[in-house]
């Protein structure tokens, strides 16, 4: 006759740390730890950057858009909206904006550039100021002024992409849309 041994009862807990360190000795924990480890840090950076950037932007949103609020349009504004704006102590300013050509006189090349014209009202921008050179390799200044009547205030890529100097005229700019 034969006797079997006595089974022992083998605790969960007992049984999960002998598998744990096991694996740990066989190095599997280890690169699983490490990667874990990097998505987290992964994770944080790209939370921490994007969290930065929202701020920088809300911070900056004022100047970037020259107000506090901008209301777009394929239409005139109505006489009566700027009135109830002036009614409760806003200031208003108006700007239209429209892709159109520049184009250089005949005499000057007569090259051709799609640009984005903006035509802006007195007072623009309400808020921060615009900086302007003298010139492509001119340092700029901040100022609170507009270009006079009959003029126009171009990005120095214009310049260079057409051939011109500061003070040239460029023709008639095309007329926006119709409404």
Not at 6 to 35: I, K, Q, T
Not at 72 to 96: E, H, R, W, Y
Not at 130 to 149: E, K, M, S
């Amino acid at each position: 006759m034969s006797v079997a041994p006595a089974l022992l009862p083998v605790s969960f807990w007992s049984l999960g740390w002998r598998s744990l360190w096991r694996d740990w000795r066989a190095g599997e924990l280890r690169l699983l730890l490490l990667a874990v480890t990097l998505a987290v840090a992964a994770l944080t950076a790209v939370g921490f950057f994007a969290d930065r950037l929202q701020g920088g932007l809300a911070r900056d949103a004022r100047a970037l858009i020259g107000g506090d609020a901008v209301i777009s349009s394929d239409n005139a504004t109505p006489p009566a909206f700027q009135q109830q704006a002036q009614a409760l102590g806003l200031q208003t300013t108006q700007t239209l904006g429209f892709p159109t050509m520049g184009r250089a006189r005949d005499e000057d090349g007569g090259g051709a550039k799609l640009v984005a014209l903006k035509s802006v009202d007195t007072g623009y921008p309400l808020r921060g100021s615009l900086r302007v050179a003298d010139g492509p390799q001119a340092p700029d200044a901040p100022t609170r002024d507009i270009p006079a009547p009959g003029t126009a205030w171009v990005d120095a890529a214009l310049l260079v992409a057409l051939d011109l100097e500061v003070g040239s005229p460029l023709p008639a700019w095309c007329s926006p849309p119709a409404a």
